[in-house]
Each structure stands twice: as structure tokens, then as C-alpha cells.
């Protein structure tokens, strides 16, 4: 995109964020949905078909470009970016990583204008941070595929017109090998959704299970085509790839919001007859979290820079999300302490990063999950004995 273009864009959602969106953040937390009215807006604006390429009718942005953007959406419930983050991310991306060309034709300019919704129906309740251990399948019987199991936590399960599925189609396979991936109406006979969960925070932000009852779907439903069958944890894994840089950035917005929110509170509340931003040991919390986000963003705009480039797919993302999630943690932490007592009160915005944040270290892989990748990307063979 071109930069001034980009600016434009940029500053335009800033706008958006912070006039239309953070008004409502409490009622949003408190009703766990997101207004009509701003699903429309971020429609009208091409936030669910950011990162899709111009061709199928998004806006083509770079992974730096992209990342640029997330900071802005970071600034506020990250309920928000969740109603359009999984067609932008692991799911839109199952189809532009492993989708043919028909199928990237047939649901992309959907996905890009809102029409629909994607879901990644990946984990399970015994498989999640290890997909190898997943227990969904999908037998052939005929020109068809017969999917059976069930999936957990599935982001926008509760709204998904489709929902790419990855299932066992080769039982003997070690490992994660003989995995596929499969788009799977969200309304076919067979599937149903689970009650919305009920969460610790990112209140807006709707999960739920998916059960998939001998759910019948044609060949050309394997995402690839029959080129894609058994390939599907590849795919899984650069889309992850991608949304832990996304994630990072993500974790950034949040982050520099929450820098705000501290630095207005120290620079407001009044104890023994002044601010307490003049007490140093106030000073030290702020200090630390305004280093924090300085130094989460610049890795995520390296990180995204490598990526584009293609240099780092790997360990870099793994590295931003690890580093820029517990980062984030930090910051909501010494944001509460800033704010003393009220920032143990509900209706306080950054009690309820706090709650916010915390998911940021779990999903599209666990810290845990990230530093055994960062280590055996240094370490190699050595890392496995």
C-alpha cells in the first residue's frame, strides 16, 4: 500500500477506535457482545478483509503493514478485533496458505467483505498445544467425507458461516502427519455449537464448542483439493506463524494503552496533597512499562519485516508472541498497582485489561509452547536428544 494511503487508513481507524469504540467498552464487557452498529462500521471500513489480498477484495496489506494497524485495534477490547481477527488470520489464512484457487475465488471476497464469518476448528479438549493428538476424523465414503469428533474454545463459533476443521484422514500416520484441513458450513447437518463459554475476561469475544456428527461434505471440501489431503498440519502451521505476529501486535496496542491509562492516573490522583506521579516508586512502574512497550513494538516491526522478507517464519514470531504476551502481562500487573484500589474495581478500564490480557499467553500456542520452539530453532538437533 502506498504510505500515504496507509497513513490514512491508519489514522482513520484511530478515530474510529477511540471516539466510536472506547465509549462502549464497558457496556461491550458488560452485555458480552459487540453493538450492531460497530460490526457494521468495521465492515464498511475493510477490517475484515485486511490482510486478504487485493484481488479477492481486501486490502493486500503487508505483514508490517498489517502489524501497524494491529497496534491501533490493540487499543481498545480486543473483543473488537476478534469479530473480524479470524478471517483476517488462522482462518482466512488456511485458505490463502493451502486453498486452491477455486476455493480462495469462492470464499475470500466473502470473507473480505463481512458476508461471512470463518472459524479454525483446530483444538480439542485433549489436543491442543499438540494437534498430534487429535481424535476428529473424516472417513471417505464415496465421492464424499464423512467428518466425525468435536472441537473446544473455537473463536466466532457462535456466528461461523464456515469453519475450516482439521481431521485424522489417515489414522496410521505418526504424529501430525495424515492431518486435513476441511471447510465445513457452519450450518450442514450434523454440526452443532456448544453454549457460548463463559470466560475470565475478553468479554465480547464468543467461543464454544463445535460437534461434527457424521457430517457429510463433498471431496472438493479439503482445503487443497486432493493435493491437500494429509497436509494439513502444514497449513496449521503457518497460519499460527502469521497470528503469532498478529497476536504480538496485538498485545502491543494493549500495552500502550494501558501505558496511558497510568500515566493519566499517576498524573491526576492526588495522596498527601500531590500527584503521585511525584513519588519515584510510582516513577519506577511507569519507567518499566513504558520500556516494555517500546521494546515489544520494535521486535514485532522486526519481526513483521522479517517475515515479509521471508527470512523468519518461524522463531521470530515465536519469539514476539512470547516476549510481547507476557509483556503485556507485566504492564496490566503495574497498571493495577498504579491505580491502587480502583484498579480492583469493575468498570475500570484497566481492571478489565487485566482480565483481557491474560488469555494472550495461551491461545495460538503457550508461552510454553513458544519458548520450545525459540529453543530448538537455536539449538537443532542437539535440542532432541
Not at 491508519?10 to 457496556?27: A, G, K
Not at 486435513?180 to 475478553?202: C, E, N, W, Y
Not at 464468543?206 to 498440519?233: N, S, Y
Amino acid at each position: 500500500m502506498d504510505p500515504a494511503d496507509l497513513a490514512d487508513v491508519l489514522s482513520s481507524v484511530r478515530e474510529f477506535i477511540r471516539s466510536e469504540v472506547v465509549p462502549l467498552e464497558e457496556r461491550i464487557d458488560e452485555q458480552n457482545e459487540i453493538p450492531a452498529s460497530l460490526v457494521e462500521a468495521c465492515k464498511a471500513m475493510g477490517l475484515y478483509g485486511f490482510t486478504i489480498p487485493e484481488q479477492y477484495g481486501g486490502l493486500g496489506l503487508t505483514t508490517t503493514e498489517e502489524v501497524q494497524l494491529v497496534f491501533e485495534l490493540g487499543y481498545t477490547t480486543p473483543a473488537l478485533r476478534s469479530l473480524f481477527g479470524t478471517n483476517n488470520g488462522i482462518a482466512g489464512h488456511v485458505l490463502l496458505e493451502g486453498g486452491t484457487e477455486e476455493q480462495k475465488k469462492a470464499w475470500l471476497p466473502r470473507l473480505a467483505g463481512g458476508e461471512v464469518t470463518a472459524s479454525f476448528g483446530l483444538t480439542e479438549a485433549d489436543a491442543g498445544s499438540d494437534p498430534s493428538t487429535l481424535t476428529t476424523t473424516a472417513r471417505r465414503d464415496g465421492a464424499d467425507w464423512v467428518l466425525n469428533g468435536s472441537k473446544r474454545y473455537i473463536t466466532n463459533a457462535p456466528i461461523a458461516d464456515v469453519i475450516m476443521v482439521f481431521a485424522r484422514t489417515n489414522p496410521d500416520a505418526p504424529g501430525n502427519r495424515g492431518i486435513s484441513t476441511f471447510l465445513v458450513p457452519a450450518r450442514a447437518p450434523g454440526v452443532s455449537i456448544g453454549p457460548k463459554d463463559h470466560k475470565m475476561g475478553q468479554f465480547g469475544a464468543w467461543t464454544a464448542d463445535v460437534h461434527l456428527d457424521d457430517v457429510r461434505v463433498p471431496a472438493d471440501a479439503v482445503i487443497g483439493g486432493e493435493d491437500g489431503i494429509d497436509k494439513g498440519f502444514l497449513t496449521a502451521a503457518k497460519c499460527l506463524a502469521h497470528g503469532r505476529v498478529h497476536i504480538a501486535a496485538l498485545c502491543v496496542g494493549m500495552a500502550n494503552r494501558l501505558v496511558e491509562e497510568s500515566v493519566s492516573f499517576a498524573q491526576t490522583r492526588q495522596a498527601g496533597g500531590k500527584p503521585i506521579a511525584t513519588f519515584q516508586l510510582v516513577q519506577g512502574l511507569i519507567a518499566d512499562s513504558v520500556t516494555d512497550y517500546y521494546a515489544g513494538r520494535a521486535l514485532v516491526m522486526e519481526t513483521a519485516r522479517a517475515f515479509d522478507a521471508g527470512t523468519d517464519k518461524v522463531a521470530g514470531p515465536s519469539a514476539a508472541k512470547y516476549f510481547c504476551s507476557e509483556m503485556v502481562g507485566r504492564v496490566a500487573d503495574r497498571a493495577v498497582q498504579v491505580h491502587g484500589g480502583a484498579g480492583y474495581m469493575r468498570g475500570v478500564a484497566v481492571e478489565r485489561f487485566y482480565r483481557d490480557a491474560r488469555l494472550f499467553r495461551i491461545y495460538e500456542g503457550t508461552s510454553q509452547i513458544q519458548q520450545v520452539i525459540i529453543a530448538r530453532n537455536a539449538l537443532g538437533k542437539a535440542a532432541r536428544g
